[in-house]
C-alpha cells in the first residue's frame, strides 16, 4: 500500500502564492500520472493539474497560467505552485498517483484557503 502525503496548505490572502507538496511513503514502479485535485464545498472533486510519466502537463481552464504543477521522479514527490490566488481557489486540495496496472492512490487533503 501507498499512503500519500500532502503538506502545504493553509490561510493566504487573494493574489498570494502557497505551493503544496505531495510525496509517495515508498518508491512506486510504473507511475502513469500524478495529479491535484481540488473540492470546494457544495461541489464535485474537479482535476486542478496533472503531469505524466514523461512530463507532459495538463491544467483546469480556471488555473492556466496561475498553478504549475512539477514533479521529482527520483523522490516521488509531486509539486503544485498557485499563485495569483483567487477566493475561488479555496478548497481542499487532494493528490492522486496512479501507476499501472490500475493502481490509483489518493492523499488525505489538505485545505486552502484564500481570504483576507
Known amino acids: 500500500q501507498v499512503q500519500l502525503v500532502e503538506s502545504g496548505g493553509g490561510l493566504v490572502q487573494p493574489g498570494g502564492s502557497l505551493t503544496l507538496s505531495c510525496a509517495a511513503s515508498r518508491s512506486v514502479s510504473s507511475i502513469e500520472t500524478m495529479a491535484w485535485y481540488r473540492q470546494a464545498p457544495g461541489k464535485t472533486r474537479e482535476l486542478v493539474a496533472a503531469i505524466s510519466s514523461g512530463g507532459i502537463t495538463n491544467y483546469a481552464d480556471s488555473v492556466k497560467g496561475r498553478f504549475t504543477i512539477s514533479r521529482d521522479n527520483a523522490k516521488n514527490t509531486v509539486y503544485l505552485r498557485m499563485n495569483s490566488l483567487k477566493p475561488e481557489d479555496t478548497a481542499v486540495y487532494y493528490c492522486?498517483?496512479?501507476?499501472?496496472?490500475?493502481?490509483?492512490?489518493w492523499g488525505q487533503g489538505t485545505q486552502v484557503t484564500v481570504s483576507s
Open positions: 492522486n498517483l496512479r501507476a499501472w496496472p490500475n493502481l490509483d492512490y
